[in-house]
C-alpha cells in the first residue's frame, strides 16, 4: 500500500493499485484500530471522487478511533461539513 502511494504521484497505475491495497486493507479488518489512518486516506480520495456519502462514512470511522492524530480529525471533521453540504 504505502509503496504505491509513494509511487502514486508519478504514475496513475500505482495510484490506482495503492487504493486498491488500502480498500481491501479495509475489507479484511474493517474494525481494526491500526486501520485509522487508512480510513482517512480512503475517505480523502472518496471526497475527492465527489463520492460524499462514501467519504462521510470513512470519516465517522476513522474518527470511531480513539487514537486519532489531532490534525486528521480537525479535517475528518471539516470533511464531513463539507459532505453534509455537497449532499
Not at 484500530?33 to 480510513?39: D, E, L, P
Not at 462514501?54 to 471533521?77: C, D, E, G
Amino acid at each position: 500500500g504505502n509503496a504505491y502511494k509513494m509511487l502514486a504521484k508519478d504514475r496513475p497505475d500505482a495510484s490506482e493499485k495503492y487504493e486498491y491495497h488500502y480498500r481491501k486493507c479495509l475489507e479484511l479488518a474493517p474494525d481494526d484500530r491500526k486501520m485509522a489512518n487508512i480510513y482517512f486516506e480512503i475517505a480523502q480520495l472518496d471526497f475527492q471522487k465527489g463520492d460524499y456519502q462514501t467519504a462521510k462514512s470513512k470519516f465517522n470511522k476513522f474518527l470511531s478511533f480513539s487514537m486519532v492524530n489531532s490534525s486528521q480529525t480537525a479535517l475528518a471533521r471539516k470533511s464531513i461539513a463539507s459532505c453534509d453540504y455537497a449532499e
